[in-house]
């Protein structure tokens, strides 16, 4: 995987602390910690071979309760939806 640009990868930080903090307000910590959970899992699964971090996001996301489903998934959406933008924006910047 290539290196992002210093600038992007900020702005792409900066909104996903941003989605952060509006996660904790609208759905409190325990989703929040969910989701930091699920984004640290999958950050490990791309880093390792095939088969020692994978056990625990497919653990994670086999567990999910019903109600979890939608506002986790919702904030992995709109986080990508927002580096999509930022990124297209970077490009935009650049030219």
Known sequence: MSEFHPSLRENVRLLGGLIGENV???YGD???????SV???AKADR?????????????????LQDDQLVPLSRA??????????AEQYHGVRRS
């Open 47 to 63: 880093e390792v071979p095939l088969g020692d971090a994978s056990e625990e996001l497919v653990s994670l996301l086999s567990n």
């Open 24 to 26: 904790k307000e609208q």
């Open 39 to 41: 984004r640290h899992a």
């Open 30 to 36: 325990e989703l929040f910690d969910l989701v930091e």
């Open 76 to 85: 992995f959406n709109q986080f990508l939806n927002l580096a999509n933008i």
